[in-house]
């Protein structure tokens, strides 16, 4: 239903919303209206309804009040048809209608089984009396002119005490009132006669035949009707038949069958309203509502009731009709509404929308004409401007796209001259940056050889520096090995010396012990051999000096040598160490070489990555470029499906 309901038209929408708006609003105005006309309504009828069961209760007790005027009269003259001293005999008992009453008289006339007198009451004023003597506490009719139903007369009964006359005549006061006896209705007076002591002893009863005027009152009561259901009822409020319907358009005689305690509240309230189920009918007429008013002369409640369906009929009956009304109405609405939707807008937004498909499927030639100046209007226009400015925008655009094409066209053909060019330049810096890698390795490796003459030329001059040393040190130790020869020679001298002396001393030795006789052998036995020593020591000693004087000769001339190579050993470390200063030079300038070619390889390498960079964004720029080329044309295609010229 949702997606039903957003596929139809803006105008069907609002045609629909509008109806039932108005629907609504017109239902729920019509049902509060009714509602508050069925109230008043409702109101109006109970009021009328107490109007008339106020008519009847009156009507009533002005008919009342004209049979009391009446029957007293008549009681007043019956009366007068009898002598005004009554007496009664209890022991002088008469027998009637096969019981027995004490005797009463009025005057010296018996009224026991007299009938004269109430017949000629009958025969002068039609009404019916009787008399009645108190025997203990009843009274028994003693003589009538009242008949059954069989004709015959009814004496001898007695007054029946649950009547509200015998009440009355015990506590010695008249009554009055309505009285159904033996099938018919009378307006009855019971009076009582007392004797001189004031007690009742007798009753005067007068009846008037009113069942013909009952049965008029009671028609009359049918007769009123409230609407096509309602009526007016009576019920018996005492006696035997309390809670009866007295009078009844079916149920005359029947006890009300009705909901919880509304008869009893009827019965014994004075008057009211009450609203009540009447079990004895079925369907919407089954909830009645009634107005009761009591009556208190004839002990009667006067009810008039009518069910609550009909009391709302006529009001449900307008309700209906205007409902219907409203709706012809909100439908012949709805038609117009959606006529002038259709016509004002519908319409113009189908044109609007074909128009926009239109320019959807790109013809931008489609326009609308209106001379409506409301929204619809300008909506219109302004599609309509939207159409031209659309126009001028996909000419401007188509333009723009067509030199956009161009452009991308030339800009794709010298991303790929560029390209080209930076292609070659690369591969000539590769070239260059291969020969400087030769040239860096050749100088690296004339450094790395200058650094190697260099050291040898280090070694050179220290080996050199060394051997001048050493020179000098073998100088300086040949002085010293002739120093220690010479001395060497002086300590010979000595020894030699020494040894000449010891000599002597042997020799000195051995003439002592040769003194010395026996005790002397020994000791010339060591002279002989310190002599032998001493010579041998001699001997020796002149072999070093002969050694000793050849080592310094050969020590004189190697000495003069040693100057010599001295000498030459210092002109060398001289030149080595010039030799160790240039290569050191051209080590340093190698070095420096080598570093300067190294940036330059370092440069050139820099140089070859920036073009290959180029190249690569040339490269993107020449793919940017076909790929904008292909979207400008793209574009151009696009753009050519709008018609902007006829």
Do not use: C
Request: charged residues 20%.
């Amino acid at each position: 239903m949702q997606l039903a309901f957003r596929r139809w038209s803006l105008g069907v929408k609002l045609s629909v919303i509008a109806s039932l708006s108005v629907a609504v609003l017109f239902i729920a105005f019509s049902l509060s209206l009714t509602r508050s006309a069925g109230e008043k309504l409702e109101s109006l009828t109970m009021h009328d309804m107490e109007s008339q069961v106020t008519g009847i209760t009156d009507m009533i007790a002005m008919y009342d009040t004209s049979l009391q005027a009446s029957v007293d009269s008549y009681t007043t003259l019956f009366a007068s048809f009898l002598p005004s001293r009554f007496t009664v005999d209890n022991q002088a008992r008469l027998p009637i209608s096969g019981t027995t009453a004490p005797t009463l008289k009025s005057g010296d006339t018996v009224l026991n089984m007299n009938t004269a007198v109430t017949d000629d009451f009958l025969s002068r004023t039609g009404a019916i009396s009787t008399i009645f003597v108190r025997d203990g506490d009843d009274f028994v009719r003693v003589t009538t002119s009242l008949k059954k139903e069989d004709g015959s007369r009814a004496i001898g009964t007695k007054l029946d005490r649950a009547s509200p006359a015998f009440a009355s005549i015990s506590g010695n006061k008249s009554y009055s009132g309505l009285a159904v006896l033996f099938g018919k209705q009378y307006i009855t007076q019971y009076k009582p006669v007392t004797d001189a002591s004031g007690s009742v002893i007798a009753i005067l009863f007068v009846g008037i035949d009113i069942s013909k005027e009952f049965a008029q009152m009671q028609k009359r009561i049918l007769d009123k009707r409230i609407g096509d259901t309602g009526h007016f009822i009576a019920l018996s409020k005492s006696g035997a038949t309390a809670g009866t319907y007295l009078v009844h358009p079916t149920q005359t005689g029947k006890k009300p069958d009705w909901s919880g305690d509304a008869l009893q509240q009827a019965l014994k309230n004075d008057n009211g309203r009450l609203e009540y189920d009447d079990n004895n009918l079925s369907g919407d007429d089954r909830t009645q509502v009634m107005v009761y008013h009591n009556v208190p002369q004839w002990k009667w409640v006067v009810v008039g009731t009518i069910s609550k369906a009909s009391l709302l009929a006529e009001i449900n009956t307008i309700r209906n009709l205007f409902l219907g009304g409203g709706i012809a109405l909100v439908v012949l609405f709805a038609v117009f509404f959606v006529y002038l939707t259709r016509r004002w807008l519908s319409r113009p937004l189908d044109e609007v929308v074909k128009v926009a498909e239109q320019f959807a499927a790109g013809n931008l030639q489609a326009t609308l004409t209106t001379k409506s100046q409301d929204e619809v209007g300008r909506l219109v226009d302004a599609i309509n401007g939207m159409g031209h400015g659309l126009t001028r925008l996909v000419s401007q655009v188509r333009d723009a796209a067509e030199e956009i094409a161009a452009g991308t066209d030339a800009l794709a053909e010298d991303s790929g001259n560029i390209s080209e060019q930076i292609s070659r330049q690369a591969s000539s810096v590769e070239e260059t940056s291969a020969t400087m890698e030769q040239l860096s390795s050749t100088v690296k490796q004339n450094a790395d050889n200058v650094s190697a003459a260099k050291g040898l030329a280090a070694e050179s001059a220290s080996a050199a520096q060394n051997g001048s040393i050493t020179v000098t040190d073998s100088v300086e130790t040949m002085s010293e090995i002739k120093r220690s020869s010479q001395k060497i020679a002086d300590i010979t001298t000595t020894i030699q010396s020494i040894a000449f002396q010891t000599n002597i001393l042997a020799l000195n030795a051995a003439v002592e012990a040769s003194r010395a006789g026996e005790h002397g052998k020994g000791f010339a036995v060591v002279a002989a051999e310190v002599r032998s020593l001493a010579q041998r020591s001699s001997s020796a000693v002149k072999e070093i000096e002969a050694l000793i004087a050849e080592s310094l000769h050969q020590i004189e001339t190697g000495y003069r040598f040693s100057e010599k190579t001295r000498s030459v050993m210092d002109d060398l470390l001289h030149r080595i160490q010039q030799v160790s200063t240039i290569v050191n030079d051209i080590d340093i300038a190698s070095r420096e070489q080598s570093l300067g070619i190294e940036q330059v390889n370092v440069a050139i390498n820099q140089i070859g990555q920036a073009i290959n960079q180029n190249a690569s964004l040339v490269q993107n720029s020449e793919n940017t470029a076909q790929g904008l080329r292909e979207k400008g044309h793209h574009l151009s295609d696009v753009v050519s499906v709008f018609r902007i010229h006829p």
